[in-house]
Every structure is written in C-alpha cells, then in structure tokens.
C-alpha cells in the first residue's frame, strides 16, 4: 500500500515548470506568456508548426538565453545550479558536432564534464554506443557518419551521464521511418528505465506512438497545455490541424 502511495506519489512530481514566460529577440516577440508542466516519468512533446517557437524555449529552459519575465524550474528549484546540469541530457537541434574525432573520442570529450574516473567514463562510452547501435562505428570519424549516424551519437553524448530528465529538439527529424523508429523505440527503453524525456517535434505519427502529453505552441503563444495523448479522440494530426485552424483560419 505505503509502495503504490509512494509510486503515485512520485508519479506527480513536476519535473520541470515553464511559468508565463516571455522572450523578445530582435525586438520581435518570439514567446509569449509560455506555461506548461512535465511530471516524473512521462515522455512529453512539445509540438508546433516551423517558427512557433519550440527551440526558443527549449533553449529558456537550458539557460542558454534568458527570458525577460516567467520562471522556469527544474526539480523543483528556479534556475540550472551545476549539480542539476548534471542529472540532466540534452540533444540541441542542430548538435555541432566536431568532425575530426571518432564517435568514442566525441563522447569521451562530452563525458570530462561529469567528471568520471577514466574507468567509469570507458565504461559508460562502451553502454551508450551499444544504446545507440554505433559500437561498430565508435572508431570512424564523425565526418564519415551519416545523418542517422550523427543523430545516434548526438543522443548518446545526451545520455552518458544517465539523465533523469532528457531534452530533445527534434531527434526524429531528418531521418527516414526506420530511423524514426529506432529512435522511438530507444527513447520508450530510456523511460521504461526511469528517464522523463521532453522533446520538440512537428512529426506527429512519432508522438502519437510514444507521448503520455503533448502541448502545442503556436506564433509564440501556447495554444495546448498538458493534454494527455489520450483523451484526444480520433487523430491527433486532425487534433493538431483544428486546433492551429481556430486561431489561424481554416488550414485543412
Ligand atoms: N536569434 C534570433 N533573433 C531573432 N529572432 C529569432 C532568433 N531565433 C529565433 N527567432 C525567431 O523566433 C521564433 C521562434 O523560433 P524557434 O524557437 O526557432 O521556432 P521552432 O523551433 O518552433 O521552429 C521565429 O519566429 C524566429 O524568427
Ligand atoms: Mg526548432
């Protein structure tokens, strides 16, 4: 009983708060009174059409710009300390990756930041390339990997330090359907081992198979807030379509 109260519990734990955020760039309102929740556990996307803002406040939550008003916060406490930077992975959307090193030598520069032993750290390089089915590939040059390749070993420097919450800016996109479902299927084995994983997308089928919740930002502002995938009747492209169509006029 004390275990099923614990487990639920912990089930409800926010994980990360976005709170009424707003950014300007350029003088251009690029977010918009921004709020949403992501709970322990869930794999939630954060979906939009191109430009609506789904990097911008992706890059909020990393502390990489800094919204003008709004609070942000993970586990619990507002702003990134260095120890929370630790517990958590991150995959930008266009990862620069150095192409000059192998795939071991890229994770092995990502891994200096946690601070491993060199044991743990080879250890962990041999997990990740076998997570992410680039064993065979760890001694090549980054620049002799293809785009599926690339987007693995971006994932896998995004989880070497076993994150409890991971943040992915469009990790299907660009590849083909069996590259999409391999990726699916890695990010559902990572949340089946404990991992909330948070991601952007504008490719729906992926988010119908895998997401818990979904919310969807649009010219800036949130026109969805923590809706559960499955309380949406019929398809959640349709959804997607009638839900942009009410504000921006009919798009079907
Ligand atoms: N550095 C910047 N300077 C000015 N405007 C920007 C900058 N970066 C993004 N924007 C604007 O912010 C808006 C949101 O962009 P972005 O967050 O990249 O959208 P998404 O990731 O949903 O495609 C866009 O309208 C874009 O023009
Ligand atoms: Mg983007």
């Known amino acids: 009983m004390i275990s099923i109260l614990w487990l639920l519990f912990q089930k409800n734990m926010k994980i990360l708060e976005v709170k009424n955020i707003h950014k300007t760039l350029a003088g251009k309102q690029v977010l918009q009174d921004v709020s949403f929740e992501v709970k322990k556990w869930e794999i939630y996307g954060f979906l939009g059409p191109n430009w609506a803002g789904k990097t911008t406040t992706m890059k909020s939550i990393m502390w990489l710009i800094e919204p003008e008003s709004g609070e942000i916060k993970v586990f619990g406490t507002n702003g990134l300390m260095l120890e929370d930077r630790k517990s958590i992975g991150f995959m930008p959307e266009n990862t620069y990756l150095y192409k000059h090193l192998s795939g ?74 069996i590259g999409r479902r391999k990726i699916r299927e890695l990010l559902v084995t990572l949340n089946k081992e404990g991992t909330t994983i948070f991601f952007n997308t504008h490719i729906l089928a992926d988010v119908e198979s895998i997401c818990d919740t979904i919310s969807i930002i649009h010219e800036w502002r949130m026109l969805v807030k923590n809706k559960k995938v499955k309380s949406i009747k019929w398809w959640l492209e349709d959804f997607f379509i009638d839900t942009i169509s009410a504000v921006s006029g009919d798009l079907r």
């Not at 896998?156 to 660009?174: H, R, V, W």
């Open 104 to 177: 071991e030598e890229f994770l092995r520069f990502n891994a200096k930041f946690y601070e491993y032993s060199s044991e743990v750290c080879e250890k962990k390089i041999d997990e990740v390339l076998e997570k992410v089915w680039l064993s065979w590939a760890r001694k090549k040059f980054l620049k002799e990997y293809s785009k599926w390749m690339l987007q693995r070993i971006g994932l896998a420097q995004a989880i070497i330090n076993d994150p409890k919450i991971l943040f992915l800016d469009e990790p299907m996109s660009g590849l083909d359907p």
